[in-house]
């Protein structure tokens, strides 16, 4: 049973999200309002599910105050298709979108595939490789004594091909590494996730990640 945050301006939408979830034996609590919630009272959550368009505050900005509080993934409910919205609600924290009207199995699939694969366990708990320290525990990387202040799914992409040091994979198969294989996101936002992290990286003088023209990306 996870602890499941669920914050909407529609009451009917966050009614039915407790049914479903309830149904998996998962405890949901539910808010029409973030006013007067500091983030901090978003901690203790194993997920947190964001409506994007509400009164109050933007879900994109709203993730974005709270991701340094929080460790968990971050789901965001939206009528937005457009490219543009999908990739900044996904590179300011989040891990996954689902479209409404989204279906009772939908949901259902979509959170416990989330809770899946945050419950994985690590065979190490710390490894040094091509300089970069990744703290599997804490999902964090440091180089030179510095935190590269990652985002989960930038965090999962850098892991996955230094994990696999030298062997190139494409924006395909590194999607399907953060999302799975039935990930509802664009292709596109691994290219903009790669070049965040590259960016994140220079700052610190280092350019792990290389592009494999036409095929895709390694780690050196």
């Not at 966050?14 to 949901?28: K, P």
């Not at 457009?82 to 279906?103: N, Q």
């Not at 490894?127 to 804490?138: E, L, Q």
Request: hydrophobic residues 35%; neutral net charge.
């Amino acid at each position: 049973m996870a602890k499941i945050l669920a914050v909407d301006d529609d009451k009917a939408i966050l009614v039915l999200i407790q049914n479903i979830l309830r149904r998996d034996q998962h405890h949901i609590d539910i808010l029409e309002t973030v006013q007067g919630h500091p983030p901090d009272k978003f901690q203790g959550y194993d997920l947190i599910l964001l409506d994007v368009m509400m009164p109050d505050i933007d879900g994109f900005e709203l993730c974005k105050q709270i991701r340094p509080f929080v460790d968990c993934p971050i789901l965001f409910l939206t009528a937005k298709t457009e490219e543009e919205a999908i990739v900044k609600g996904l590179i300011t924290g989040g891990d996954d979108y689902i479209t409404k009207p989204f279906g009772v199995k939908e949901l259902s699939a979509r959170v416990n595939a989330h809770l899946r694969r945050e419950g994985r366990e690590k065979h190490q708990s710390k490894r040094v490789i091509s300089g970069f320290v990744f703290h599997f525990d804490s999902k964090e990387v440091f180089i030179k004594n510095h935190s590269l202040n990652l985002t989960k799914n930038e965090y999962t992409i850098c892991e996955f091909l230094a994990l696999h040091k030298g062997r190139t994979f494409s924006r395909e198969q590194i999607y399907e590494e953060v999302y799975g294989i039935n990930g509802d996101a664009l292709y596109s936002t691994i290219t903009e996730f790669i070049r965040t992290i590259r960016k994140k990286c220079k700052e610190h003088g280092v350019d792990p990640i290389k592009t494999v023209w036409g095929v895709g990306y390694k780690w050196e």
